[in-house]
């Protein structure tokens, strides 16, 4: 049931997706249908995303005032009740930020079935009903970068450097940890791990486990959600300004 479920809601209308954009592109190219495609899974996240960047910048404006509170309140429930009370107050959502990477996680790992199913044969069975099988796949994009192989080292950089610039901008906007306890402590060696483990791990990932085809797609989104990042945070600072 979950299999169905599955295949129905997610790997069937994202490998649809990435065969109709191939029918209907010059050449057949796949490196433009997962560009494309990835371009307007973003902009249909874009909402989500933008709530979540701006949730996150207007915590850390009021970093300050929760200091203050914990340093006023010692009692930890009490200091959680005033922190979200001002969380409220301030109209902040402080898990804002965690529906938009589930939803990112799990399109990743649809889009990987999706270009692995691909890759191998096209699944008529699979095809819905005004989706017609192309006549031509054409595995390299732009004539010559191959999408259906691993170790493309140039694709690996490139997905270690967006991640990277992606990594640093989130850890900008985010509160500093304060204090000189354990959880402290922690949540800085996790800021650590995000801007220098991810775009490693992410890096690797792609050179080792996935196909160039998903390295493309991988790239696609971090370049997008730079975009919008610099593009949100130009917006609130007009906003403020004005």
């Given amino acids: 049931m979950l299999h169905t479920f599955w295949t129905a809601v997610f790997y069937q209308p994202f490998y649809n997706a990435l065969i109709f954009g191939i029918g ?20 249909a996240l874009f909402p989500l995303n933008q709530h979540a960047i701006e949730g996150q910048i207007k915590m850390t404006s009021v970093q300050d005032e929760v200091a203050a509170i914990k340093e006023k309140v010692t009692d930890k429930t009490e200091q959680n009740k005033q922190i979200f009370a001002l969380y409220k107050e301030k109209n902040i959502s402080p898990f804002s930020s965690c529906m938009p990477l589930l939803i990112q996680a799990v399109v990743l790992i649809a889009l990987y079935r999706a270009f692995l199913g691909i890759l191998t044969i096209v ?14 796949i054409n595995l390299h994009f732009l004539g010559f970068i191959d999408l259906s192989v691993k170790h493309s080292i140039v694709f690996a950089v490139l997905v270690g450097v967006t991640q990277f610039v992606q990594a640093k901008l989130m850890q900008s906007r985010q509160a500093k940890p304060t204090g000189t306890g354990m959880q402290a402590e ?17 890096a690797g ?3 080792f486990l996935f196909p160039s085809a998903v390295a493309l ?26």
């Fill in 217 to 242: 797609y991988w790239i696609t989104s971090n370049i997008f959600t730079i975009g919008q990042e610099l593009y949100t945070r130009s917006k609130m600072k007009a906003k403020k300004q004005a």
């Fill in 24 to 43: 209907i592109l010059p050449h057949g190219d796949l490196g433009l249908a997962v560009i494309i495609l990835t371009i307007i899974i973003k902009l």
């Fill in 123 to 136: 699944q008529p069975a699979t095809l819905y009903s005004f989706v017609h099988q192309p006549a031509l």
């Fill in 205 to 207: 990932l792609s050179y």
């Fill in 186 to 202: 922690f949540a800085k060696n996790m800021q650590v791990q995000m801007i220098y483990g991810l775009p490693i791990m992410t």
